[in-house]
């Protein structure tokens, strides 16, 4: 939908009674205001304000009002509302008062990112793989840690009893306007993988907000909590949400080595800002997840694995969930284009098993942030970071109690 005139038509034929505006602050959690659709148009020519200062990461200046513009190609139904008075959710532009783009808002932020991919001449796509866990909630709706069910790695029904529930995200998304590729039980109880169709990287981001959203919403309906930490079990796999990024150049050279020893190069800089809460370090190393800096056709023990396709892409193994996907995403794009604008070329492969290497053999490698202290750290004394990273970011990520406070958000 690019018009107002569209918006209308569509409003009254599908009964749209509230428009959910709907931002991000600077850790990802999705922030809204809901108006009447007598309402939208004023939005579109004026926009909405609101107090920056209370929004994570956008600064304290005095000056705190801020806009919402609504993008119009971004609406969507929200299709576990009732659908008599219809509720649609539409992603805004977080701007000034003189109309500029607020430069800490997180879509702002990728939208540069990818901006400066394209002045290079290069289009990137990104493809993320979620997964979760799936809890019960106990019969007073309070939430625990019992799995789902005890399946494993692809397992079918009736030991996979999480078929019902990534049968309705599925069904909810395509409502959404998202496209399932597939989904299927991962290998921890209770635990559940849901992918989606590649796209650019503000599509990507947009899509990954919305799954997660759409995945919480369908399971509390069914008596369930889902649960994106990195490591909600000690004993379990853990969850990631491996990225794959593939380039197309204009000029039709693979600049893709150049991006993959650049994301290498630059990996432990930016650790804290794919993995921002202490569960995520208790996840690297082990069943499957990373801990080294190294890479592999195929090999899923390494940390970038170049799957088996017919179109070359690096798939990034160290993320999860937890992270801002806006952030995430426009930090792999930045250390990507370092890497080609320094004509980085990675180390040869590791042809190995690094969980059961010699201990002779890995200790040459170099590691990713074992805890995320070490991220800080790295983090702080970056110059890539402070170049890409606003400082208001930078700060907020640096802070035990504000960043865990996130991590907190979730799990009470």
């Known amino acids: 939908m690019k018009t107002y005139e569209e918006l209308e038509a569509y409003m009254e034929e599908e009964n749209v009674k509230f428009i959910r505006l709907a931002f991000f602050d600077a850790m990802g959690i999705q922030k809204n205001v809901a108006i009447m659709p007598s309402e939208l148009r004023r939005a579109m020519k004026e926009g909405i304000s609101f107090d920056a200062t209370s929004i994570a990461g956008y600064g304290t200046n005095e000056k705190s009002d801020l806009f919402l513009k609504p993008e119009l190609s971004t ?10 008075g219809r ?3 539409i992603f805004c532009e977080v701007q000034n008062p003189d109309g500029t783009p607020f430069a800490l808002s997180p879509r702002n932020y990728l939208k540069k990112a990818a901006q400066a991919a394209r002045e290079m001449g290069l289009h990137v796509n990104v493809g993320p793989e979620m997964e979760f866990y799936a809890f ?18 692809m397992d079918t029904d009736p030991f996979d009893q999480g078929s019902n529930l990534r049968r309705e995200v599925c069904y909810t998304l395509v409502d959404m306007g998202i496209t399932p590729e597939a989904s299927h039980h991962e290998s921890g109880p209770g635990q559940n993988e849901v992918d989606f169709h590649y796209s650019n990287p503000l599509s990507a981001a947009d899509n990954t907000a919305t799954v997660k959203w759409a995945i919480r919403s369908v399971a509390d309906s069914m008596g369930l909590w889902a649960d994106f930490s990195p490591k909600p079990l000690r004993d379990e796999p853990g969850s990631g949400m491996h990225l794959n990024f593939s380039l197309q150049s204009g000029d039709g050279k693979d600049y893709l080595p150049q991006f993959m020893a650049g994301v290498m190069k630059y990996i432990r800089d930016m650790t804290l800002f794919l993995n921002p809460t202490q569960k995520s370090y208790l996840r690297f190393g082990e069943m499957e997840a990373p801990k080294y800096v190294s890479w592999s056709p195929q090999n899923r023990s390494q940390l970038i694995r ?19 996907p806006y952030l995430a995403y426009a930090l792999v794009i930045y250390a990507g284009l370092e890497g080609i604008r320094q ?3 990675p180390d040869a492969p590791m042809n190995t098993n690094l969980y059961t290497a010699d201990a002779d053999f890995t200790r040459r490698l170099q590691q990713l942030p074992m805890n995320v202290s070490e991220a800080v750290r790295c983090a702080q004394r970056s110059a890539f970071i402070r170049q890409y990273v606003p400082q208001e970011y ?6 035990d109690e504000k960043r ?6 979730y799990e009470e």
């Open 75 to 84: 609406l969507t139904a929200v299709p576990w509302r009732p659908v008599d």
């Open 87 to 89: 509720v649609v959710r």
């Open 136 to 153: 019960k909630l106990d019969p007073n709706g309070r939430r625990t840690y019992e799995p789902q069910d005890h399946a494993g790695y």
């Open 306 to 324: 170049i799957p088996a396709s017919e179109s070359p892409r690096m798939e990034l193994r160290s993320p999860d969930a937890m992270c801002n």
């Open 343 to 345: 004509g980085l070329r």
């Open 394 to 399: 930078i700060d907020l990520y640096c802070s």
């Open 404 to 409: 865990e406070k996130y991590a907190d958000f």
